[in-house]
C-alpha cells in the first residue's frame, strides 16, 4: 500500500525551530516529488513548495520562499519540511502529499494522488 | 499568477440531489493540469478527478468533472450523506500548483 506517514503534532514557542517529516513507502520514493501544503485553521490550502527526493531538487511558492526549507533523506524515504524561527502565524496543519507527473494521452497530467494524515503544529508563547 | 475562483461558496442541498461545483481560472489554463479533491472534516484532501475529467482510482461513478478553458465543474450526480464535505479545486502550471478557495457542501 501506498503511504505517507507524518511526524507527530508539535507545539512550540515563538522563535524555536521545528522540522516535520513525511515517510514514504510502498512505492519508489525517488520516482515522485513531495509537495507540502499548508491550511490554516478554518482555512483553504495553500501549496507550500516541493522536492524531486532524486536530486532535492526544490521549488517554493513565492509566498513561503524563504521562510521554509523543505529537504529529503532518500536513504529513509523522507521528506522534511522545516522552519529557522517559527512565528505564531505558523500555526497549521500541514500535509504532505506524492505528485503525480505522468504523460498520458494529449500531453502530461499534474496532481497528487496520495497525502498524508497532516501534522499540526502550533506555536504559541 | 492564474487565480482559481470556486462557486458557490457553500452550497446546501439534501441527500439524492444533484451538486454542481464551478471552478473558474482568471485565465485560459490546460485541463490536464486541473484536479479537484474532497476534504472531510478532520482528514487529508483526497483526490476525486485529475485532468479535469477522469476519476482518481476508487472514486464512485456520481463524480464527474468537465470543462476547458476557464470554466470547470464537478458534479455529484445524486449525494450521498458522506458527500458532504469541502471540495477544492487545483491548477498546476509554472512550476507550482494553485487551490481554489473551496466550496463547501452542507446538508439542507
Known amino acids: 500500500e501506498v503511504q505517507l506517514v507524518q511526524s507527530g503534532a508539535e507545539v512550540k514557542k515563538p522563535g524555536e525551530s521545528l522540522r516535520i517529516s513525511c515517510k514514504g513507502s510502498?512505492?519508489?520514493?525517488?520516482?515522485?516529488?513531495i509537495t507540502w501544503v499548508r491550511q490554516m485553521p478554518g482555512k483553504g490550502l495553500e501549496w507550500m513548495g516541493r522536492?524531486?527526493?532524486?536530486?532535492?531538487?526544490?521549488n517554493y511558492s513565492p509566498s513561503f520562499q524563504g521562510h521554509v526549507t523543505i529537504s529529503a533523506d532518500k536513504s529513509i524515504s523522507t521528506a522534511y519540511l522545516q522552519w529557522s524561527s517559527l512565528k505564531a502565524s505558523d500555526s497549521a496543519m500541514y500535509y504532505c502529499?506524492?505528485?503525480?507527473?505522468?504523460?498520458?494521452?494529449?500531453?502530461?497530467?499534474?496532481?497528487?494522488?496520495?497525502w498524508g494524515q497532516g501534522t499540526t503544529v502550533t506555536v504559541s508563547s | 499568477e492564474i487565480v482559481l475562483t470556486q462557486s458557490p461558496g457553500t452550497l446546501s442541498l439534501s441527500p439524492g440531489e444533484r451538486a454542481t461545483l464551478s471552478c473558474r481560472a482568471s485565465q485560459s489554463v490546460t485541463s490536464r493540469y486541473l484536479a479537484w479533491y474532497q476534504q472531510k472534516p478532520g482528514q487529508a484532501p483526497r483526490l476525486l478527478i485529475y485532468?479535469?475529467?477522469s476519476r482518481a482510482t476508487g472514486i464512485p461513478d456520481r463524480f464527474s468533472g468537465s470543462g476547458s478553458g476557464t470554466d470547470f465543474t464537478l458534479i455529484i450526480s445524486r449525494l450521498e450523506p458522506e458527500d458532504f464535505s469541502v471540495y477544492y479545486c487545483q491548477l498546476y502550471g509554472s512550476s507550482r500548483y494553485t487551490f481554489g478557495q473551496g466550496t463547501k457542501l452542507e446538508i439542507k
Open positions: 485532468g479535469a475529467s
Open positions: 510502498g512505492y519508489s520514493f525517488t520516482g515522485y516529488w
Open positions: 502529499a506524492r505528485q503525480i507527473a505522468v504523460a498520458l494521452s494529449g500531453g502530461y497530467y499534474y496532481y497528487m494522488d496520495v
Open positions: 522536492i524531486d527526493p532524486s536530486d532535492s531538487y526544490t
